[in-house]
């Protein structure tokens, strides 16, 4: 019988041990160097950008819901390989995301690129 | 007086709350249409490939300490963008990936995979 | 009665004009602005990749006569929409691979660079 | 004396052969796999998307000089991948294109899908 509604989907923690098993129990484990999942990763990626590839910007942000859906298991695909990559190389990824923030916030000052999206090589 | 000790760093709602931020002080909401996000995603899973790109499968499992901490701030880039999309078109990431891991279960049989890598879409 | 034989098909001049008048028959080029097309060549792209994600550099080397069709089909949506963003911003592909491949000779002296291939910007 | 001056440039064949020239010089065959080479191609797709990430469509369509420079020399690097795994794979990529324009043509009829950019999966 399958406890799934005791698992503790508000942490990413879980949800690592469950795909490790996932790989383990498929013997998938020696195709998942972190160079073939990031090939995996970005082919998800590039689902997901096929999804928009022909929408305006405006219709992108306003889905029916079976495209909604559609786009959802991308998203899911796409947090899947990374977290596979994550701990391959044992990375914290949230940890990694807030520390990236943080420098984000030191390079892009608010008062300096508000309203400017150019990207970050291109300051001076 | 910053009290980022506090915020607790295991779950993803606080970091989507606080990228939220990030770009509504920047006024960049305008250019986070999906569309122009999901372009961004890929670029940065490009940028994880491209670490990769030379290296061997085992070479990938094991990075300088230097190469180690680019990948990190790869694998949060990614995140970041991820959270980005989610937060716009409203999705539980975890949850959906939850739900495409037992997608995955029912596609993906073990008895039936194991050791075998072909894609599913290859399956007959 | 298609006179197709006698198209010239060792030019890309051809087949740009061929897939302009492909998307303009369709009313297609609504669509085909450089910013979306860059999104379906990197779809393509993608596609590829998928192709090699599992298989060992070598096995990349050595496909089976039906994987080398595939991925034939592969490289040639990547040169279509190639073409396509080419023409649309007036560049002239093989001039400006030439002009490429003579800026990476200065970049990438032989005997500096000879069997390393680290990234051109790991360079100091 | 360089005689580049007499190089035939309305052919890919000539830049096929500089380029396998160059790799060869600097022991690059090494690491040109099809495989790495995938993931060449997709990171130089990705530096295309990446300049017109925060751009509309419009704005796509209108780049300024330095921007088409920096525009063209990507479209430039990911011809020079497309020919090396072509070349690799001993694939005739203008014949290709030729062959998969035919099979779009019968894929989608004009008169089936004018003025819609629905993806091929997605037609019933």
Redesign the interface.
Known sequence: MKM?AQ?D?????P?RQ??AE?AA????D??H????L??????E?????????????????T?SAEK?QA???E??????Y??R??D??D?D?????????????SR?P?DK???D???AKEYS
Chains 1, 2, 3, 4 share one sequence.
């Not at 989907?9 to 923690?13: D, F, I, R, Y």
């Not at 129990?25 to 998938?28: A, I, L, S, V």
């Not at 990626?45 to 942000?61: K, P, R």
């Not at 998203?75 to 899947?80: Q, R, S, T």
């Open positions: 799934t698992i989907k508000t942490h990413l923690e949800l469950r795909l996932f129990t498929r013997d998938w020696q195709f160097s972190p160079k073939n990031s090939m995996a990763l970005i082919g990626a590039a689902e997901l950008v096929e999804h928009f590839q022909w929408l305006t910007q405006a219709q992108s942000a889905l909604h786009v959802s298991q998203l899911a695909d796409i947090l899947i990374l977290i990559i994550a391959k190389l990375v990824l949230i940890q990694a995301a807030w520390d990236k923030t943080e420098l984000n916030e892009y608010a690129v508000r309203g999206a150019r990207r």
